[in-house]
C-alpha cells in the first residue's frame, strides 16, 4: 500500500459544484501539505498543517479550505468549483525539518 | 517574495550525453535545497538534496551543486539513459524553519536514443 493515498485519483464536476480531495497517510508525519500543478507553474502551495489545529495558507490558497481530521488526514475542499481550478494536486508529508517530502499519486480535477 | 526560477523548462540530449538544470531561489535564509523527478502518472519523488553547508554531492549519475552567494543551484546528470527521461523539478525551503518547499516550474527532460 502507498504511503500517502490519494482519493478520487480522477474526477470531473461540473462548475459551482463543492468538491473534497482526501489525503491519508501511513508514515505517521506531523507535516501536511496541498500542491497544485499546473504545466508550466510547477507545484504550487495551497494550504499547508503541522498537526490538527495549526492550518496555514499557502500562496494560492483563495477559493479552497482545508480540514485536518487527524494525524493521518488532511482534506481540501473547492466550496464552488470554477474551471481555472482544473489541474493536478498533489498531497505531500514531512517530518519537522529540512526533511523529504513524501507525495500521493495525485488527482487529476478538471471543472467544466 | 518567496519564489524558485528553473531552467531551461525543456531540454533534450543524446543519449549518453550530460543534462544540467539550474535554479535560483529569492530567500537567503533557505538552507535545504531537494530536486524531485516526476514520472508519468505518479508523484514526484526525492532524487537527492543538498543542505547549505555543503557545496557539492554526488550519487551515482546524479550530482548537486549549490552557490550560495549567488544562491544558485545546479542538478547535473551524467551519462544519460531513457530512463532517465521525465520532469525535474527543484525547491528550497522557505518561511519559518523552512517548513515550506517551493517549488521551480520544472524542466521536461527527454533522452532520445
Known amino acids: 500500500d502507498a504511503d500517502v493515498t490519494q482519493t478520487p485519483r480522477n474526477r470531473i464536476t461540473k462548475t459551482g459544484k463543492r468538491i473534497m480531495l482526501e489525503c491519508s497517510q501511513t508514515k505517521g508525519h506531523d507535516r501536511m501539505y496541498w500542491y497544485r500543478q499546473d504545466p508550466g507553474l510547477g507545484l504550487r502551495l495551497i494550504y499547508y498543517s503541522f498537526d490538527v489545529k495549526d492550518i496555514n495558507k499557502g500562496e494560492i490558497s483563495d477559493g479552497y479550505s482545508v480540514s485536518r481530521q487527524a494525524q493521518a488526514k488532511f482534506s481540501l475542499s473547492l466550496e464552488s468549483a470554477i474551471p481555472n481550478q482544473t489541474a493536478l494536486y498533489f498531497c505531500?508529508?514531512?517530518?519537522?525539518?529540512?526533511?523529504?517530502?513524501?507525495f500521493g499519486q495525485g488527482t487529476r480535477l478538471t471543472v467544466v | 517574495g518567496e519564489n524558485v526560477e528553473q531552467h531551461p523548462s525543456t531540454l533534450s540530449v543524446q543519449e549518453g550525453d550530460s543534462a544540467v538544470i539550474k535554479c535560483t531561489y529569492s530567500?537567503?535564509?533557505?538552507?535545504?535545497f531537494p530536486w524531485y523527478k516526476q514520472e508519468l502518472g505518479k508523484g514526484p519523488q526525492l532524487i537527492i538534496d543538498i543542505r547549505s553547508n555543503v557545496g557539492e554531492k554526488k550519487d551515482q549519475r546524479i550530482a548537486v551543486t549549490l552557490n550560495k552567494t549567488a544562491k544558485h543551484f545546479s542538478l547535473h546528470i551524467t551519462e544519460t539513459q531513457p530512463e532517465d527521461s521525465a520532469v525535474y523539478f527543484c525547491?528550497?525551503?522557505?518561511?519559518?524553519?523552512?517548513?515550506?518547499?517551493?517549488f521551480g516550474a520544472g524542466t521536461i527532460l527527454r533522452v532520445k536514443s
Open positions: 525547491a528550497a525551503s522557505m518561511g519559518e524553519y523552512g517548513n515550506k518547499l517551493v
Open positions: 505531500a508529508t514531512r517530518t519537522p525539518g529540512n526533511t523529504e517530502a513524501f
Open positions: 530567500d537567503s535564509a533557505s538552507n535545504y
